[in-house]
Each structure stands twice: as structure tokens, then as C-alpha cells.
């Protein structure tokens, strides 16, 4: 029997090896590709000796080329970090148009089902709460976070386009604040901030006074709700997060606590367009998909700190080895 093959860009990255990780697992092939701007070779280190598994270093936003036969692609390339809008501003908004283009024409050629992975950005600074998929976003389009945000609004604009229009099978997945191991160091997000703080000893960064709130969800809940959306016939865009607020400064205290950390917390300002609330209403997925989160927010942050610690412990020894 032949095995399904997918096409995964981006899957370097954050979210994307762990995508490619979970469909190894259920028995596909899977090309990886990434062009390493915030991907890292380290995070699909321990997937290279399958057999099923290929990595292609490759700019999405210029034509992607893949032999052979493909039964799904999914489109997770996209710079995600804050830090990122100012530092790399072109190169989102060129993935988020033509790598969502280029990854588009590529499943019509192959005949596979397409997925983009949106985020949670495309509602901006929401003035509705929970945020369900129709509501339609307050977003600054020349703000510091519009580079990111109306990015992934095209793609969504584009995905949609070849499904009315060329017939591709599509799928839209909104993700929400997601964290996990492979999560990298200068992230800039709230929860590797927080861990690298906790770890260094260092006052941890609460911007504004810490009353906004996230959901943050760990991103094995994240995954199960991507593969379970691929294999569904929902075609409209799906919330995929974590309904449980938390404002940062509880994040934050939960951080102290399960690193033990005597750090203390600091104020600075909130940056720009820097929405006061962020929460899904997920009642599609758990209607469409029978999808809901179920690792709580102190078991996920548990494990991504071990993953931190680890992390440090390797750099130290690589340190005294090579020095």
C-alpha cells in the first residue's frame, strides 16, 4: 500500500518540525522545506535517518519544485515572531504572498489538499471577545505588526481564491498562541521570554501593567487539531487554541514558580498595536473536529522549561568542550 506523501514548508521551524514529526508518525512521507531564516536544522536533527523523511533548503517565495507524486501541502512557512516584524519585515510579507501563491499552484499541479496555517493575528487588537472565525478584525495595516498580520489576511484572501475558483481542496487553521520545546531563545514571545529570564536569574519583562490576556495552548494540542482539520471536509477558517485566558502576569508568576526562580518582574511599555485580549471561541473545532485542548497550561510550561533546561545544559557542555 502506498504511502501518503506531504509537503511541509516551513517545517524547520517551531510548529512545522513537529508537524512533520506527527505525520511521520501516522505513516507518510514528508518533505521538509525551509530556507532556515528562523528555522534551524537542529530541530529536525532527529528525523534526518528516516527514510521518509526528506529536507529541501528552499526559499518558498520563489517556485517550488517537488517530483513526484504529493497528497497534501501544508503552508507553515512565515517568520511568527514580534521581533521578527522590525527585524525581517520583506521577507513575511513576500511568504505570506507569493510562498502562499507558489505553495497554492503547487498542490492544484499535484492535485493534493492544501493547508495554510493563519494565525490569530488576522484580528488584530479584537474588539470582540472570544474571537469566533466571522468576526472580521481590527487591524492596523502600516502599524509594526502589520507586516505579519495582513500577510497571513492575503493568504487567507488567496487561499480562498483557489478554492472558489481552481477547485483546490483547502483548509484554513487560525492558530493561537502556541509554545513548546524548539521554541527559539530570542523568540521574543511571552513564554521563551519568560523561561530565559526565569533561567538566567534575570527580572522577567511584563509589558503594560500585565492584566492583557492569552490563551496559550501547548503545540502537541496544536498539531492534533491541524491533523484532524487536514482530514476533514471543513473548508471555512477554524480556530485552533486554547479558551482558557491567562493574563501575562500569571504566566508569568507560574513561570517563577515551576522554575523556582527568584527573579523579579518589571515593567515597560506595551509596544504598538499590541492587543489587550486575545481568546478563541472554539466552538467550530469542537462541532467540526470534536477538538479541544487537553494538556493544562502547568504541564505544558513544565515541559517546555525541561526542554530550556536541556537546552542550556547542551550549550554549557559544547562550551567546555570546545574552549
Aim: aromatic fraction near 8%; charge should be neutral.
Amino acid at each position: 500500500m502506498r504511502k501518503p506523501r506531504a509537503l511541509v514548508t516551513g517545517g524547520a521551524g517551531f510548529v512545522g518540525s513537529h508537524l512533520c514529526e506527527r505525520l511521520l508518525g501516522e505513516g507518510y512521507r514528508v518533505v521538509c522545506v525551509d530556507n532556515l531564516l528562523t528555522g534551524s536544522l537542529k530541530n529536525i536533527a532527529h528525523l534526518r535517518d528516516n527514510p521518509d523523511f526528506e529536507y529541501v533548503d528552499h526559499d518558498v517565495s520563489t517556485y517550488i519544485n517537488c517530483p513526484g507524486e504529493l497528497d497534501e501541502v501544508y503552508h507553515f512557512a512565515s517568520p511568527a515572531s514580534p521581533v521578527d516584524f522590525e527585524r525581517i519585515p520583506i521577507p513575511i510579507l513576500k511568504v505570506g504572498a507569493f510562498g502562499t501563491h507558489n505553495a497554492l499552484g503547487l498542490a492544484r499541479a499535484k492535485g493534493a489538499r492544501f493547508m495554510l496555517a493563519s494565525t490569530s493575528e488576522v484580528y488584530g487588537d479584537p474588539l470582540v471577545h472570544p474571537q469566533p472565525e466571522g468576526y472580521r478584525g481590527n487591524v492596523n495595516p502600516i502599524g509594526i505588526r502589520g507586516v505579519y498580520d495582513e500577510a497571513k489576511r492575503y493568504a487567507e484572501s488567496m487561499t480562498m481564491a483557489y478554492h472558489r475558483h481552481h477547485r483546490v481542496d483547502t483548509r484554513i487553521v487560525r492558530i493561537f498562541n502556541t509554545y513548546g520545546p524548539r521554541m527559539r531563545s530570542d523568540d521574543g514571545r511571552m513564554v521563551p521570554n519568560f523561561i530565559q529570564q526565569a533561567l538566567s536569574g534575570e527580572p522577567l519583562t511584563v509589558y503594560g501593567d500585565g492584566s492583557q490576556t492569552r490563551s496559550v495552548q501547548y503545540v502537541d494540542d496544536l498539531v492534533e487539531g491541524v491533523f484532524r482539520l487536514i482530514n476533514s471536509k471543513e473548508t471555512r477558517p477554524v480556530n485552533i487554541g486554547n479558551p482558557i485566558e491567562y493574563t501575562v502576569r500569571e504566566v508569568a508568576e507560574l513561570v517563577l514558580k515551576l522554575s523556582g526562580s527568584s527573579s523579579e518582574l518589571v515593567r515597560k511599555p506595551l509596544p504598538q498595536d499590541d492587543p489587550k485580549q486575545r481568546c478563541p471561541d472554539i466552538s467550530r473545532a469542537r462541532e467540526v473536529l470534536s477538538w479541544k485542548p487537553r494538556i493544562p497550561a502547568e504541564e505544558g510550561l513544565s515541559r517546555t522549561l525541561r526542554w530550556f533546561v536541556e537546552l542550556e545544559t547542551k550549550r554549557r557542555r559544547s562550551e567546555r568542550v570546545t574552549g
